[in-house]
């Protein structure tokens, strides 16, 4: 019974550890998305960068790169930062299209 127990044990704790990064993944989307919708842009792409700009020094940050169209219609490449306790800051943001037809 003793080598089953420890089998089944450390799949559960590999499961367990799925889910808790899925659900940290969705929380940060979620914050990034609402961060872009607040100053009034729509995010269209966002993929986690484990070595985004600026990740040296920040072990308890993820990084991601997203695409974003801002309030004027602009296209935007941006690296950003996120964690639970800090919000969305944004390391690298460069406007790489402009709206040819602003409102």
């Known amino acids: 019974m003793g080598p089953i127990a420890g089998i089944v044990g450390m799949i ?3 499961i367990g ?3 808790l ?3 940290i993944f969705s ?3 979620n914050r990034i998305d609402d961060s872009i919708r607040q100053r009034g842009g729509r995010l269209l792409r966002k993929s986690w960068n484990p070595f985004g700009a600026g990740w040296l020094g920040h072990k308890s940050a993820r990084f991601y ?3 974003y169209e801002d ?4 296209l935007h ?3 950003c930062k996120t964690n639970l306790w ?3 800051h944004f390391t690298k943001d460069q406007i790489v299209k402009y709206n040819s037809n602003p409102v």
């Open 77 to 79: 490449e941006a690296t």
């Open 65 to 67: 790169d997203v695409t």
């Open 71 to 74: 309030e004027k219609g602009n």
């Open 17 to 19: 550890v799925f889910f």
């Open 12 to 14: 559960l704790i590999i």
């Open 27 to 29: 929380m940060d989307g």
């Open 86 to 88: 800090t919000g969305v």
């Open 21 to 23: 990064n899925a659900m």
